[in-house]
């Protein structure tokens, strides 16, 4: 049995988390942390009541095997996910805007045998757009992302924007020329430059998180969409992560790796 802690567990992933985790087999939620609303009763999804705390030494120092789950916010995933390594804690995150390095740093310093997992994207249908893009990125180098996510997300641009952008520019063998910058009626106009390739990111009410990539050439184009109407979405990826990382050690980014893509 694998005893999840999940962090922010009174918000709207947390308490998808909480649920996700509870209809699992092989899997239970230890404890539901959430410093912001300690005392706060979620829903199981299965008939029970799990009430929040912010007690993360206590969760952290319990016995069997433990697996923390965080979906919370940059100012303090880092923070939570040290604890947690050193305590021989493995680690899923789902918490974007913290660079590579820093989350290579944090994976050393975690005792032998310990893994932190880190992903963009926990939606399959992400993960399949994003490996797509890769590979078509090897034959119509010319690319723009436009991502959209709800008005509260925290970066910009979104942590699967950053990422496809990298697998981009990973495959193509040179970088095309993105005209327009130069003239721009107004600045930022042509989006940002990731590695190269343009990204442009929208917030709005109403979303939940879309992806486009769209490709360009000689008299054709190629897009490659994914759009997730509800956080349920990401459950699957969750779950299969939780159950991946007490097999695995070190730092393993992107849920691709644990599908055999």
Not at 20 to 25: G, H, K, L, S
Not at 119 to 130: D, K, Q, T
């Amino acid at each position: 049995m694998i005893d999840v802690i999940v962090t922010g567990a009174a918000g709207r992933m947390g308490r998808e988390v909480v649920r996700a985790v509870t209809a699992a087999d092989g899997m239970r939620v230890a404890a539901a942390i959430d410093p912001s609303a300690p005392g706060a009763v979620l829903d199981d999804g299965a008939g029970g009541r799990i009430t929040t705390t912010d007690d993360l030494d206590g969760a952290l120092v319990a016995g069997g095997e433990r697996v923390l789950v965080d979906f919370t916010v940059p100012s303090a995933v880092e923070a939570t996910v040290g604890r947690a390594l050193a305590s021989g804690v493995h680690c899923v995150v789902g918490t974007t805007g913290v660079t590579e390095d820093r989350w290579r740093a944090l994976a050393a310093s975690a005792p032998a045998g310990v893994c932190l997992f880190v992903a963009p994207n926990f939606a399959i249908g992400a993960v399949l757009m994003m490996r797509f893009a890769q590979t078509a990125a090897r034959f119509i180098p010319h690319a723009e992302i436009i991502e959209l996510h709800h008005d509260r997300k925290l970066d910009a641009p979104s942590g699967t924007a950053m990422r496809t952008a990298h697998l981009i520019a990973d495959a193509r063998k040179t970088v095309p020329a993105a005209p327009g910058r130069e003239t721009e009626v107004a600045e930022g106009a042509r989006g940002a430059l990731v590695e190269g390739v343009p990204v442009h990111s929208i917030r709005l009410p109403g979303i939940v998180a879309n992806q486009e990539v769209i490709f360009g050439d000689i008299g054709q184009t190629l897009t490659l969409r994914h759009d997730t109407v509800d956080r349920t979405a990401f459950m699957p990826g969750v779950v299969l992560a939780v159950r991946e990382v007490p097999l695995r050690s070190g730092l393993v980014i992107g849920l691709e790796e644990l599908m055999g893509l």
